[in-house]
């Protein structure tokens, strides 16, 4: 079964760190990009970060030079290090697989949407 | 930025009658290789978004054939052909295109 299996949020202090961590399983983590979409309180779906199968990565404005998107292919694991923390980064945050496909035979890259999503992880920012 | 914006922001449907869900781009979603990056998810609720459409028409895989994409340029359009009382959620476009990707504010569905 494919699957996205979010873990590490919790409350964090203003100003402060957590790292999110998003396992993947049921299909080769390492041929697609994936990203973090977070969705505060009542409000709608915010695209956060975005990471190659290559490695090359991309942020929301709101978040460079806070936010770090890593991944371990080895692992079949995608994190997110999140510093300097505000308030208004509280939300449930979602990995979710996509939008490019790498096929190694082709050496091409195919856009499917993002079209696997965990059940988010929720991130608490408050004294 | 591209800037997305869906209307109407509410719809209340009668079950069995058709649905329709705008998305306008503050920019053409063209890409070089022809097709319009724009995707269509669900939020049902409670749960996490579910991918409907992507590449502006193509239903992803398991998606009932009731829904259905269209649109060009600036454009887009989701369409559900006989709604159902599981289609209740809250629909985002998103575009493709560029990064920063962008999502609508979200249309809720509900039945009447």
């Known amino acids: 079964e494919v699957q996205l299996v979010e873990s590490g949020g919790g409350l964090v202090q203003p100003g402060g760190s957590l790292r999110l961590s998003c396992e993947a399983s049921?299909?080769?983590?390492?041929?697609?990009?994936m990203n973090w979409v977070r969705q505060a309180p009542g409000k709608g779906l915010e695209w956060v970060s975005h990471i190659d199968s290559s490695g090359p990565t991309h942020y929301a404005d709101s978040m460079k030079g806070r936010f770090i998107i890593s991944r371990d292919n080895a692992k079949s694991t995608l994190y997110l290090q999140m510093t300097s923390l505000r308030a208004e980064d509280t939300a449930v945050y979602y990995c979710?697989?996509?939008?490019?496909?790498?096929?190694?035979?082709?050496?091409?890259?195919?856009?499917?949407?993002?079209?696997?999503w965990g059940q988010g992880t929720t991130v608490t920012v408050s004294s | 930025d591209i800037v997305m914006t869906q209307s109407p922001l509410s719809l209340s449907v009668t079950p069995g009658e058709p649905a329709s869900i705008s998305c306008r781009s503050s920019q053409r979603l063209l890409h070089g290789d022809g097709d319009y990056y724009l995707d269509w998810y669900l939020q049902k609720p409670g749960r996490s978004p579910q991918l409907l459409i992507y590449l502006t028409s193509s239903r992803a895989s398991g998606v009932p054939d009731r829904f259905s994409g269209s649109g060009s340029g600036t454009d887009f359009t989701l369409k559900i052909s006989r709604v159902e009382a599981e289609d209740v959620g809250v629909y985002y476009c998103m575009q493709g295109l560029q990064t920063p990707r962008t999502f609508g504010q979200g249309t809720k569905v509900e039945i009447k």
């Open positions: 979710a697989r996509g939008p490019y496909y790498y096929d190694s035979r082709s050496q091409k890259s195919y856009y499917y949407g993002m079209d696997v």
């Open positions: 049921g299909f080769t983590f390492s041929l697609y990009s």
